[in-house]
């Protein structure tokens, strides 16, 4: 297995990328805690994590494979995301598995072989007890994946999207001071005349001086992050991370939902069932002591 080796052997690996398989760090396509990814690539849920490696062999053929040397992988991430050159070589006896397929999508591809393709059966392979190559998920529908997927790249995106945020709220309420100014003197002689008090708004959060009420699905969503307080989830389903000025950055997922939130801030919410939608979440009186909470029970990376 080699990243820089220039020869042709079919049986070489040119390393391409990697990325961790730990409870704490995994890719998110490939479910929502680590026993489920790991269970999508046929490995044992073992606790330490694995690193995978993705390559090709002299043939072109995509391969994925499965290493239980965290630690080298890790570093070799480290290296690579500092523009640093490392090559990547982890030994045969490593090797927990050698799937076929990239379950991520790769823009790069080794010179001097064939372009990628999915490895053909082996000689002799039964068709029905073949494992089908790993692919990444079609972006063009929203699902699952896709789902986890926009939730990661808001905590990439942090900044951008709280600026996005802040910039709509204000404009909300722009609007919303313009009705009231339009229609104040009205709606004050109408309750003057009944004798009633207006009823204070409801933000997203939950807490008064807004208009809108908090969307039924979060509501869903907040429940089960309580319940996960109660009844630990399964390893992995909540993730904390680093973040600016001492505060983490939580990543949480359910069966058809995911949360990205920062300790010191707001939350953001996607629903399977809100294609390309993302709710935010007000911080009001309560969500601080729920992301507090969840930070205390996530796992962090090593």
Not at 201 to 218: A, F, K, M, S
């Amino acid at each position: 297995m080699t990243g820089t080796d220039e020869s042709t052997d079919d049986d070489s690996l040119f390393v391409l990328s990697a990325v961790l398989l730990t409870p704490a760090q995994f890719p998110s396509v490939l479910g929502d805690d680590f026993p489920e990814a790991c269970a999508a690539l046929g490995l044992e849920a073992y606790e330490r994590g694995y690193g995978l490696v993705l390559g090709q062999d002299g043939t072109g053929a995509r391969w994925t494979v499965a290493v239980d040397d965290v630690s080298l992988v890790a570093v070799a991430i480290a290296a690579w995301d500092c523009g640093m050159e490392h090559d990547l070589s982890p030994d045969e006896r490593t090797v927990v598995a050698a799937l076929p397929g990239w379950p991520l999508a790769l823009a790069v591809a080794a010179p001097g072989i064939p372009a990628p393709h999915d490895p053909e059966p082996e000689p002799g392979e039964d068709d029905d007890g073949a494992r089908p190559p790993l692919t990444p998920p079609d972006t063009a529908d929203w699902g699952s994946a896709q789902r986890r997927l926009g939730a990661d790249e808001i905590a990439l995106q942090w900044e951008a999207w709280r600026a996005q945020f802040d910039s709509e709220d204000e404009q909300r309420h722009a609007d919303v001071d313009s009705t009231e100014d339009e229609d104040g003197e009205r709606d004050s002689d109408t309750e003057g005349a009944r004798g009633e008090k207006p009823e204070p708004d409801t933000t997203r959060d939950g807490g008064p001086g807004g208009p809108d009420i908090l969307h039924e699905g979060v509501r869903r969503v907040l429940k089960e992050l309580h319940g996960y307080l109660e009844s630990p989830p399964p390893l992995g389903r909540v993730r904390s991370g680093f973040a600016p000025a001492g505060a983490r950055m939580l990543r949480a997922d359910g069966p058809d939902w995911s949360l990205v939130a920062r300790t010191d801030d707001i939350a953001y919410i996607l629903l399977d069932d809100e294609p390309n939608e993302v709710l935010p979440v007000g911080r009001g009186p309560e969500l601080p002591k729920l992301l507090e909470a969840l930070d205390t029970i996530a796992v962090r990376p090593f």
